[in-house]
């Protein structure tokens, strides 16, 4: 699946792109199915809410899971990823943002790379995170919120915070938030299971706590090119793995096929 001229201009404009209905029902039934034996793993790979201890993000998924293996190499999200990339690229990140109902908790502000270069010593902004909705993400459940054209002005300074909620993340501070607001828009990601988005690392988002009665799990896969990988090996592995193959695409049909015995 390969992006139009529209697109990808938009993408350079806007530093992110929906991609409403990529994957089907039935595809995302799969993949939830695999989560309640995932999150009740006590894992360091399951990161835990400050206050509910109902998991956060569950990461290193490809690695523990047959179906999420599948989904890395998923040629829907790999081919515009080589397109944007226009290099071979590395699994760094693989997880999924649980922000369940009632108790998911806020994601500051932030860009991505903040954290990667900050932590990981990644020397360029060059990484793409790539979303799957796997419930319908809507203005109540703590929907991803991009300042729109935001990458255009980065990188922004942004400084480490490990206090406000279980996950360690490199944030933007209030003022650089408004001035970039002021600057472009807010726009929340919203949309039906089995939208994606692609956005870059420079791109400033957040997302809110979410209130509803609905969780709002979201798949993300962050894919860096070889050529741009870690230099510092500090966070664990779930966190940003060290195997440096590059991803290649597995059939169309790859989730819903029956396993190889
Ligand atoms: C979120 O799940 O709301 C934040 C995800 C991200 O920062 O990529
Ligand atoms: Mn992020």
Redesign the pocket.
Known sequence: MLLDDAQLQRFDEDGFLVLPALFSQAEVELLLAELPALFAERCAANFREKRSGVVR?AMGLHRRNALFARLVRHPRLLEPAEQLLGEPFYAQQVKV?A?EAFSGEV?QW?Y?FATHHGEDGVPAPRAL?L?VFLDEVNEFN???VFIRGSHRHGPVAAHPDTRTTSYPLWTVPDETVTRLVEAGALVAAKGPPGTALIFGDCLV???AQNLSPWP?R?F?LIANPVSNALTREQRPEHQHHRDLTPLTPLSDDCLTRPAVP
């Open positions: 993000t943002n922000k994601w932030h991505d995170n979303h703590g929907p991803l988002h957040g997302s709002r979201i993300s």
